[in-house]
């Protein structure tokens, strides 16, 4: 009953709590319709919430969150002094199509967060049936070895964790 009633509790509290803390007021009409509205209001968003995914495999997972810290460092440097070195040839900066095994949408979820993240990518479109993510990368020399990269390192431990 009280989960058909309050599906998310903490977003009821936060409801609450913050239509109080807009409001300025704490008077009984405005307690009430903070209540009703922390009641109703994730009622009405169920249907709007994703379906949990499932997640395997916590050292691939924390492995991966290293893994990205340091690509977006690495990155970070890297398109800092393409920018701010005038006598380097200018980046070349290009669309890369890089072919997906991923299917599950809270991997591909998870993929368009890091490559979000990264400086220097960009994801610019994913294919209507997943098989392909369009991506814009700063400054590339060998496209090959970028997609065989990028699968490697983000990828294939995402399609391990979720799928």
Avoid: N, Y
């Avoid at 409001?23 to 994703?50: E, F, K, N, T």
């Avoid at 949990?52 to 290293?66: D, E, K, W």
């Amino acid at each position: 009953m009280r989960k058909k009633l309050l599906p998310s509790p903490g977003l009821s509290f936060g409801i609450f709590c913050g239509w109080l803390l807009l409001a300025r007021s704490q008077s009984a009409g405005h307690i009430v319709l903070a209540a009703l509205l922390a009641v109703v209001m994730p009622l009405l968003m169920s249907p709007l919430r994703p379906t949990p995914g499932s997640m395997r495999h916590l050292g691939v997972l924390v492995r991966l969150i290293l893994r990205v810290g340091g690509e977006v460092v690495r990155s970070a440097i890297d398109v800092g002094q393409g920018v701010l070195q005038s006598r380097r040839p200018p980046p070349r900066g290009r669309f890369v199509v890089i072919p997906l095994e991923l299917r599950d949408e809270h991997a591909l979820a998870a993929l368009a967060m890091i490559s979000a993240v990264i400086p220097g990518t960009v994801w610019s479109e994913l294919a209507p049936d997943r098989s392909a993510l369009l991506m814009h990368v700063f400054d590339l020399d060998d496209e090959v070895e970028f997609v065989r990269t990028f699968k490697a390192r983000f990828e294939h431990p995402l399609k391990e964790i979720f799928e």
